[in-house]
């Protein structure tokens, strides 16, 4: 049995194979609209119209996520040159004077020491400048991330409100835009959208950039939004089972 070296897999692209920003955002102008058209003046509909200008900025955060920083790349070239020219220097310094006197043995020893301890800081210097573009952007991606999990525990808090009960069994303060049980249904169905959106709007952060704390935010967004979806289904399935309960059956003996 022959075995094949590992070779990288360079996967195509195309508009059907990636998320289209301008098609999340485009889907979530038209739920904000029916929203509107059928609920007018809910709350609901103020959090898609406020989850539609975070979208964009979200889209524009997801450009800047995929396009290196050449400035800070620049000095970070510039940093890491200057500190292996201190280094070159000190470690010349330190191997090239020959010391004189008994103690010669010692004050080498320790500039051999003074050499390793500028090679340890020198290390520790690269890697925080190689590093600190991926920590910006980790950073902005994070804090974008934590908007939208905030995003879908507002959607919850509004579907929370809604009880099927109040539907058949009506109050006297009852809200009219719910009185009936296609309306409430319509509605769960409006949070599901916007809980769905969500989900897309945050993958689109590691579309393009690769990055483990932000893969693991995005996953956790996603788990919740689809726990949240679930939980408003299940509503849905009660306000069904409920509608026929109170339906009437049909005579018997006809069709």
Excluded at 126 to 155: Q, W
Excluded at 228 to 243: A, G, N
Aim: glycine fraction near 6%; charge should be neutral; hydrophobic fraction near 40%.
């Amino acid at each position: 049995m022959s075995t094949r070296p590992f070779l990288p897999v360079k996967f195509p692209t195309g508009k059907y194979s990636e998320l289209d920003a301008f098609h999340i955002l485009n889907t979530l102008r038209g739920i904000e609209q029916r929203i509107h058209t059928h609920f007018s003046g809910s709350g609901l509909g103020q959090v898609s119209k406020e989850l539609h200008e975070v979208g964009e900025v979200i889209v524009l955060l997801a450009a800047k996520l995929r396009q290196p920083i050449w400035t800070l790349r620049a000095l970070t070239i510039i940093g890491i040159m200057g500190l292996i020219g201190v280094a070159a220097w000190v470690f010349y310094m330190a191997l090239t004077i020959s010391p004189t006197g008994q103690d010669g043995l010692m004050e080498t020893l320790q500039a051999i020491e003074s050499v390793t301890n500028e090679l340890i800081f020198l290390t520790i210097g690269i890697l925080f400048l190689g590093t600190l573009e991926n920590r910006l952007k980790r950073r902005a991606a994070l804090d974008s991330l934590h908007r939208l999990r905030s995003f879908a525990h507002v959607v919850d808090m509004h579907q929370l409100s809604k009880d099927p009960n109040d539907i058949f069994e009506p109050q006297e303060k009852g809200d009219p835009r719910f009185n009936t049980p296609e309306h409430l249904v319509r509605y769960l169905d409006f949070c599901t959208d916007l809980l769905s959106i969500n989900s897309k709007l945050a993958a689109l952060h590691v579309q393009y950039f690769q990055d483990n704390q932000v893969l693991n935010s995005v996953n956790e967004i996603e788990t919740l939004s689809h726990e949240l979806s679930r939980k408003i289904w299940q509503k849905i399935m009660i306000i069904d089972l409920m509608q026929q309960k109170v339906a009437p059956s049909n005579p018997s003996g006809k069709a």
